[in-house]
Nanobody
Framework: QVQLVESGGGLVQAGGSLRLSCAASGRTFSSNAMAWFRQAPGEEREFVATISGSGTSTTYVDSVKGRFTISRDNAKNTVLLQMNDMKPEDTAVYYC?????????????????WGQGTQVTVSS
């Protein structure tokens, strides 16, 4: 059984930083794309960032470019999201997602495996 477990969420003031971690078990994702999505109250789930299986290709939503960094440690089957200079509009539940293919892009249907989510709240 594949499990993705997020950690690292919490409450932070605007301008602060958080680092999210996603640990995968039950399947290795070392060759496959991983991503982070988020969903704010009353909003649809939104793509945040993705990283290719090799780790050499990353894509970000425009609103987080220059502030967020996605990375992966294939030896630990883990993907990270470093979030800096955070803004109140970053407040959401953040979900880790795993894909069965090496490069999966921004479309949520390309990701077959999902974590339960971790709450991130940015106060102004």
């Amino acid at each position: 059984q594949v499990q993705l477990v997020e950690s690292g969420g919490g409450l932070v003031q605007a301008g602060g930083s958080l680092r999210l971690s996603c640990a995968a078990s039950g399947r290795t994702f070392s060759s496959n794309a991983m991503a982070w999505f988020r969903q704010a109250p009353g909003e649809e789930r939104e793509f945040v960032a993705t990283i290719s299986g090799s780790g050499t290709s990353t894509t970000y939503v425009d609103s987080v470019k220059g502030r967020f960094t996605i990375s992966r440690d294939n030896a630990k089957n883990t993907v990270l999201l470093q979030m800096n200079d955070m803004k109140p509009e970053d407040t959401a539940v953040y979900y880790c997602a795993g894909s069965p293919i090496p490069i999966a892009g921004t479309w949520h249907l390309n990701y077959h495996y999902w974590g339960q989510g971790t709450q991130v709240t940015v106060s102004s």
